[in-house]
């Protein structure tokens, strides 16, 4: 197999906090092929989003990474230097996010507001950053982009927002795009636009991306594969067929059986018991889940199956539900 | 953009008509009949009632309004009873001595404060936050009189590095030709290198005195302004997207944060502009406000009158500024309007 896009190895992050620290991932790792789709999906709080920002080194000034990698194209983002880092976010790695509308200057035209992206990574002139902003703004079905380039956040709609910034995000064609739920708060019909326009620059360039959500019917229709989170641990991953056809850990299947689908009922629908563990306690399990977990097992509390981060599949769990042997499944 | 300065400037008439009936109203209500003061402890009965004839306050109310109206319209704002001057001269001699301080005091307190607040917000909990909370503090809790005296005390009198807190100009000088009114314009305009330091060396410590006090507000909205904004989306996307941090906190973070921060400004402006009759007093500034005190207490409702007046219409002008700024910083004030 090829070197993966991006990496992610052990990665810990801990947020100190007036109430303790909190311990927001633990051991995560997980890998993305060049030009694939993975989705990291999971219930709020599991981590996906610190993830995705400890990956770009935005994180909150009160986190911190204790331990792992995040390789991608051979550099340690975790370990880089601060201009290293500059270089690179935007560059090689760039992230969309959810609420495009606050998530613009807002009052910034749109079209500077690429350009100065533009400027920055990309080799262009002053002059022809203009130019090449309203380019992006037509790859990323703008119509009229000429006009619009010259308009304000406040000016467009949420899904226009959005559009503008995916092409925030590619102005300098990065090899990975971070996508944290790019269509909450937008309509399906948008939903369904944004996420083929992103899969469609990713087809044209050859581009990995992490598409963070949780809502796993989407990542079911989108990703190639899925990556599920769970307080702060990575608990499975498989190719999105085998994910839904056998989940094997307890979390994974119990979020599937969560998910509403088309000819489901609510009264049908199942809940997970219980809550995300308490992250600040000094004392975890070792599986985050066993405290909701039917299957808990005695050895539940003090180890965790290890994961190889290089592997496409991973499972940590010491008792899955249905068994069919790794091979199998890939 | 122009229709905003129009209806702006529409809303400003009911409001000048109001100051101009209230000044009228206030300064007649005032205690003390400024006849018998102008007369004398020693005039009689009948030599009252002449200068109260001649000025005209033995009239009712409604006819003395309307001459003060059509004066007021062809620029007349009367004489003054205790110096005999035109009000309209004296305030135009004065007022641009004040304004000049002020707005002297205002660019040191811009400088200062706002660079102050950012590094502050940019930094929480160094020792650049500490030290602008510390100064801060100190400035509002100061009165500016003190403060005044105590800049007076250590650059005049302990180090000598400041000419004697009298006026605008040393005595030995003469004023630059009248051109503006400033006197660091006027000499520039006259290319008076000598007459331009001397003003500025006068400048200073009063300036310095306001700037202290108005640094408090300026930098502690700028501060929080700028965490506020700081921690907003666009911020993260902006730092996201690999923008250099100047490029982050000068275009992304602190434009946005400018709006509150100017408007403190023009409510400190106003504030000082009426209220540093203290630094006057303390520098010996021939400005508008000891004008105005002085006229008071001698119940010189001329002047009075004219101080309120021109106060009104400073503000109105202000405010009319502070929402243009706002127009040009931000779009969607532009297009609600």
Known sequence: MAAPALLVDNLSVEFQTRSGVVKALEGVSFNVAKGETLAVVGESGSGKSVTAYAVMGILDAAAAVTSGRAVLGGLDLLAASKEAMAEVRGREVAMIFQNPRTALN??????????????????????????????????????????????????????????????????????????????????????????????????????????????????????????????????????????????????????????????????????????????????????????????KLAICDSSLPSIDPTAPEALACHNPVSSPPMGEAA | MFSLIFNRLMLAIPSLIGVVIVTFLLTRALPGDPAAYFAGPAATEQAIAEIRAKLGTDKPLIVQFGRYVSDLARGELGNSLTTGQSVAKEIATRLPASAELTLIGLMLVVILAVPMGILAATRPGSWIDHVTRIVSTAGVSLPVFFTGLLLVYVFYYRLGLSPSPVGRLDVFLSAPPHITGFYLIDAALARDAEVFVAA???????????????????????????????????????????LSSSKVIVTYAFRNAVLPVITTLGMVLSFLLGANVLVEKVFAWPGIGSFAVEALIASDYAPVQGFVLTMAALYVALNLAIDIAYGLIDPRVRISS
Do not use: W
């Open chain 1, 106 to 295: 807002p009052i910034r035209r749109v079209g500077d507001q690429i350009a100065d992206v533009l400027l920055r990574h990309a080799n262009v002139t002053p002059n022809a950053a203009p130019r090449e902003a309203i380019k992006l703004l037509e790859t990323v079905g703008i119509t009229d982009p000429v006009r619009r380039a010259k308009a304000y956040p406040f000016e467009l709609s949420g899904g226009m927002c959005q559009r503008v910034m995916i092409a925030i995000a590619l102005a300098a064609q990065p090899s990975l795009l971070i996508a944290d739920e790019p269509t909450t708060g937008l309509d399906v019909t948008t939903q369904a636009i944004i996420m083929d326009i992103i899969a469609e620059r990713a087809s044209a360039t050859g581009m990995a991306t992490i598409f963070i959500t949780h809502d796993l019917g989407l990542a079911a229709e989108r990703a190639d594969r899925i990556v599920v989170m769970h307080a702060g641990h990575v608990v499975e991953a498989q190719r999105t067929r085998d994910l839904f056809a056998h989940p094997r850990h307890p979390y994974t299947q119990a979020l599937i059986a969560a998910t509403p689908g088309h000819t489901s009922r609510l009264a049908e629908l199942s809940t997970i018991g219980g809550n995300l563990p308490d992250l600040r306690a000094a004392k975890l399990p070792a599986c985050r889940y066993a405290a909701r977990c039917p299957r």
């Open chain 2, 200 to 242: 500025l060396k006068q400048l200073i410590l009063p300036a310095l005195t306001l700037a202290i006090f108005a640094l408090a507000p300026i930098a502690r909205m700028t501060r929080a302004s700028m965490l506020a904004v700081l921690s907003a989306d666009f911020v993260r996307t902006a730092r996201a997207s690999g």
